[in-house]
């Protein structure tokens, strides 16, 4: 895997520790913790698509790892709408190339979990690199937690051209020379994490900008559309005010196993 590596060393190292969950262990880095016979044939054909889809998402997460098959997960596409200070941000989410970390998130937008919450990191010295939030705790160390357990979810990178997903392990792990998918760009949505690749849960970053050197260790699902001069705009402890599924919530499945 070919990497852009940053011009500052220092500053990439703190950027990996801005995305570790503290107090967690693992192997890894981050979170710190959608004529009546033609229709009826064409209604046929979706509906086995998509329940293909499904068969082919739950498989490849049971098989990397084990109870995963059961998380929510997206079949399709989603619009999430968040307020932060007042104004609005467009997250688009792309369940293709990453199902389970895009439902996940829609899940926990669905249950009203990210109301309120606070960036509770950013970095934007000595250069824009994110904005962190989703933590209950506001320290860096919270998840989403069910029944006193915290809810994970694995790391999710696909490939890109594959049609697989890679499951557990980082692109350098697995000895995947490819790019991701879904790449660092500036606007770019992911999941934050511990060392553990397997380890997040609630916690995400915006990237600030290009992040080319974070591709293949951190779990992007999707991008802003709009509002991305809010999202430039954020500053540590501002909130997220409210998050909305505006679209595409009928794509969500698995919601409400736990």
């Known amino acids: ?101 895009s439902g996940n998130f829609v899940d926990l937008v669905q249950k009203g979990f990210y109301d309120g919450l606070a960036f509770h990191r950013v970095i934007k010295d000595p250069q824009p690199f994110v904005a962190q939030g989703g933590d209950p705790k506001g320290n860096g160390t919270g998840g989403y937690i069910v029944d006193g357990k915290e809810r994970n979810i694995p790391l999710e990178i696909k490939p890109e051209g594959d049609e697989s997903i890679v499951y557990g392990k980082t692109f350098k792990r697995a000895n995947i020379r490819k790019q991701p998918e879904l790449q660092h760009k500036a606007g770019a949505i992911a999941m934050a994490r511990s060392q553990n690749p397997d380890s997040a849960s609630s916690q995400f970053y915006f990237a600030l900008a290009d992040l080319a050197f974070l591709d293949g260790d951190y779990a992007v699902f999707g991008k802003v559309t709009e509002g991305m001069d809010v999202v430039n705009n954020i500053k540590q402890g501002d909130k997220i005010e409210n998050a909305k599924v505006s679209k595409g919530a009928e794509n969500l499945k698995n919601a409400n196993k736990f």
Do not use: H, Y
């Not at 950027?15 to 209604?43: D, I, K, Q, R």
């Not at 932060?84 to 369940?95: A, H, M, P, R, Y």
């Open 1 to 101: 895997m070919l990497l852009k590596a940053p011009k500052n060393f220092l500053v990439a190292l703190l950027v990996v520790g801005a995305l570790m969950l503290n107090g967690c262990s693992g192997e890894e880095v981050s979170s710190t913790t959608a004529s009546p016979e033609s229709t009826l044939a064409a209604s046929e054909s979706n509906t086995t698509a998509q329940a293909t889809l499904a068969s082919e998402v739950k498989n490849e997460a049971k098989e990397a790892v084990p109870g995963m098959s059961n998380l929510p997960r997206l079949e399709g596409e989603a619009t999430v709408v968040m307020t932060i200070n007042g104004s609005q941000v467009t997250v688009e989410l792309d369940g293709k190339n990453a199902p389970v970390t």
